[in-house]
């Protein structure tokens, strides 16, 4: 019961930010698509420049880009925000009855449902224009991804909230860090040769993991079939004791702010 009534606030609380979102924007929902488009379009011409390509990319090129795209951005979202989530939230916290240990999960849950629209569209574009003989193990997969990288949203949430309140100034450190692990990243490597530093740095990014599963579901690169699998058995793993830390340490928090 206690499961049900904290889902039903955090659909309730995620709605109502959806809505307020959207509703004084001129195109409203045609941003959760447009946008992301926009991104893997102006990075992928980016990056072809710097490599010395003039061409156009291949449809498969950038379709692999959009769709590495919304995993990345999605992750960079829920971390940034997260990062300054409890003290904007001061008030809420202070007040003893709230479960404020569900703040997190409806930031991931709004920023969660608007890439569920996009990678929908993403992958429906992916099957259809891109041959796949093994559709329907791509879907099960793609499925196996989505709801492990919900959980994984999540677990990173809940850490990253308490990372932002002991460590201010990565609010201001980790957006460029990110946008500079991200040229180096599967997004626009996939299968290249990095140089040894960029490839120990990348290997050391959990950003860049959720990435390879992403693209082992939808059968993008040669290997790591297994990845979404681990993938799942590393967020079943990390997200109850996520959830105890948490729990245990927002408490704290309570007491601080």
Same mark, same amino acid.
């Given at each position: &019961?206690?499961?049900?009534? &904290?889902?039903?606030?955090?659909?309730?609380?995620?709605?109502?930010?959806?809505?307020?979102?959207?509703?004084?924007?001129?195109?409203g %929902?045609?941003?959760?698509?447009? %946008?992301?488009? !926009?991104?893997?379009?102006?990075?992928?011409?980016?990056?072809?420049?710097?490599?010395?390509?003039?061409? +156009?990319?291949? &449809?498969?090129?950038?379709?692999?880009?959009?769709?590495?795209?919304?995993?990345?951005?999605t992750?960079?979202?829920v971390?940034?925000?997260?990062?300054?989530?409890?003290q904007?939230?001061?008030?809420?916290?202070?007040? +003893?009855?709230?479960?404020?240990?569900?703040?997190?999960?409806?930031?991931?849950?709004v920023?969660?449902?608007?890439? !569920?629209?996009?990678?929908?569209i993403?992958?429906?574009?992916?099957? %259809?224009?891109?041959?796949?003989?093994?559709? *329907? !193990?791509?879907?099960?997969?793609?499925?196996?991804?989505?709801?492990?990288?919900?959980f994984?949203l999540?677990?990173?949430?809940?850490?990253?909230?308490?990372?932002?309140?002991?460590?201010p100034?990565?609010?201001?450190?980790?957006? *460029?860090?990110?946008?500079l692990?991200?040229?180096i990243? *599967?997004?626009?490597?996939?299968?290249?040769?990095?140089? *040894?530093?960029?490839?120990?740095?990348?290997?050391?990014?959990?950003?860049?993991?959720?990435?390879?599963?992403?693209?082992?579901?939808?059968?993008?690169?040669?290997?790591g079939?297994?990845?979404?699998w681990?993938?799942? +058995?590393?967020?079943?793993?990390?997200?109850?004791?996520?959830?105890?830390?948490?729990?245990? &340490?927002?408490?704290?928090?309570?007491?601080?702010?």
């Amino acid at each position: &019961m206690h499961i049900v009534k &904290m889902a039903q606030l955090v659909l309730n609380l995620a709605w109502h930010e959806l809505r307020a979102q959207r509703k004084d924007t001129l195109l409203g %929902w045609g941003w959760v698509v447009l %946008w992301p488009v !926009l991104q893997a379009a102006g990075l992928l011409f980016a990056v072809n420049v710097l490599r010395g390509n003039t061409g +156009i990319p291949s &449809m498969r090129a950038m379709l692999i880009t959009y769709l590495g795209v919304l995993v990345w951005t999605t992750s960079v979202a829920v971390i940034v925000s997260n990062l300054g989530l409890l003290q904007a939230h001061r008030e809420m916290i202070l007040h +003893i009855r709230f479960p404020f240990i569900v703040l997190p999960i409806v930031d991931v849950t709004v920023k969660f449902a608007t890439f !569920l629209i996009q990678i929908v569209i993403g992958v429906s574009l992916w099957l %259809w224009l891109v041959p796949q003989v093994a559709w *329907p !193990l791509i879907l099960v997969c793609a499925i196996v991804f989505v709801v492990s990288f919900y959980f994984a949203l999540i677990t990173t949430a809940w850490i990253t909230s308490l990372l932002g309140l002991a460590v201010p100034d990565l609010s201001f450190i980790l957006p *460029p860090a990110f946008l500079l692990l991200l040229t180096i990243s *599967p997004v626009f490597h996939l299968g290249a040769n990095l140089p *040894p530093a960029a490839q120990y740095l990348d290997n050391l990014n959990p950003l860049s993991f959720f990435i390879s599963s992403w693209y082992a579901a939808i059968d993008a690169q040669a290997v790591g079939a297994h990845l979404p699998w681990t993938f799942l +058995i590393a967020t079943t793993l990390a997200l109850p004791a996520a959830y105890k830390v948490s729990t245990a &340490m927002y408490r704290e928090v309570a007491k601080v702010l």
